[in-house]
T-cell receptor
């Protein structure tokens, strides 16, 4: 199956700083990637759809100026949490659809963000 | 988008067969049903996908009745390592299959 990686796997930062999370499709090209957020004991919540070469599409209630998404190439999307606060502490997961017949999403391993 | 309903949690002993049912009453004609498994602090992993009747792969079976308003994920002879959250998603793939429900937390007991 297709492989999606994320970096870093874990990050701790001070309140007010910005954090960038990278999502890469390692063995396939992904014109569209997706960013999710997951709080403890809760389900995944779709934040935005990242489109290569164009602006991301954000879900209702997600602040686009706070969560900056850049899809610079067919294999890389980045999520920048700007001016992070403790309530932004969460597990961030990206995904992409591979080129197989299952219509399955391939998920990255996730990034644990802790804002102090 | 079809909404899904699953039991919040289930317990099972090792070696038993586990069946997790998902309700999706307003599934659309072109929607597929996909199940994912998620371990703590990891991204979800694809288990199985189907459209109708029965699908089987090396890890699970998926049973879908004729009206497609529900589906059942069947895990044969579960082991402790199957303890995870299982999510049922319904959609046409691509941008139509992105919304996760509550999932079912399966705990396998020795």
């Amino acid at each position: 199956g297709a492989v999606v990686s994320q970096h870093p796997s874990r990050v701790i930062c001070k309140s007010g700083t910005s954090v960038k999370i990278e999502c890469r499709s390692l063995d396939f090209q992904a014109t569209t990637m997706f960013w999710y957020r997951q709080f403890p004991k809760q389900s995944l919540m779709l934040m935005a759809t990242s489109n290569e070469g164009s602006k991301a599409t954000y879900e209702q209630g997600v602040e686009k100026d706070k969560f900056l998404i850049n899809h610079a190439s067919l294999t890389l999307s980045t999520l920048t949490v700007t001016s992070a606060h403790p309530e932004d502490s969460s597990f961030y997961i990206c995904s992409a659809y591979g080129s197989d017949p299952h219509n399955e999403q391939f998920f990255g391993p996730g990034t644990r963000l802790t804002v102090l | 988008l079809a909404k899904t309903t699953q039991p919040i949690s289930m317990d099972s002993y090792e070696g038993q067969e586990v069946n997790i049912t998902c309700s999706h009453n307003n599934i659309a004609t072109n929607d597929y049903i996909t199940w994912y498994q998620q371990f703590p602090s990891q991204g979800p992993r694809f288990i199985i996908q189907g459209y109708k009747t029965k699908v089987t792969n090396e890890v699970a079976s998926l049973f879908i009745p004729a009206d497609r308003k529900s589906s059942t994920l069947s895990l044969p002879r579960v082991s402790l390592s199957d303890t995870a959250v299982y999510y049922c998603l319904v959609g046409g793939g691509g941008a139509n299959n992105l919304f996760f429900g509550t999932g079912t937390r399966l705990t396998v007991i020795p």
